[in-house]
Nanobody, 121 residues
Framework: QVQLEESGGGLVQAGGSLRLSCAAS????????MGWHRQAPGKQRDLVAT???????NYTNSVKGRFTISRDNAKNTVYLQMNSLQPEDTAVYYC???????????????WGQGTQVSVSS
């Protein structure tokens, strides 16, 4: 089983920046995609950004131009650089990975436990 551990959340003023990290406890044999979702209080969990095995990135419209997703395959880690943060970015941020652990195993989706990002106005 693979554990994903997020870090880097916190409280920041509007206009500030945070960098989230998500490290996997084991190396995947292959990964289709990794990314970040977020869930604000009383709302559903929504996709924020994804990055594929070929480094194709995708962002939800509200974060385009402000957030950047990247990954370090050697460190089994995905990052989310968040700039120009706004109060509406306040949420619990969850990382995920869609991967398989061997050539003979199936792809599964793994989730982190979440990290709180709070942006004050």
């Amino acid at each position: 089983q693979v554990q994903l551990e997020e870090s880097g959340g916190g409280l920041v003023q509007a206009g500030g920046s945070l960098r989230l990290s998500c490290a996997a406890s084991a190396k995947f044999f292959s990964v289709n995609a990794m990314g970040w979702h977020r869930q604000a209080p009383g709302k559903q969990r929504d996709l924020v950004a994804t990055i594929t095995s070929t480094d194709i990135t995708n962002y939800t419209n509200s974060v385009k131009g402000r957030f950047t997703i990247s990954r370090d395959n050697a460190k089994n880690t995905v990052y989310l650089q968040m700039n120009s943060l706004q109060p509406e970015d306040t949420a619990v941020y969850y990382c995920y990975a869609e991967g398989r652990l061997s050539a003979w195993s199936s792809y599964n989706v793994y989730w982190g436990q979440g990290t709180q990002v709070s942006v004050s106005s």
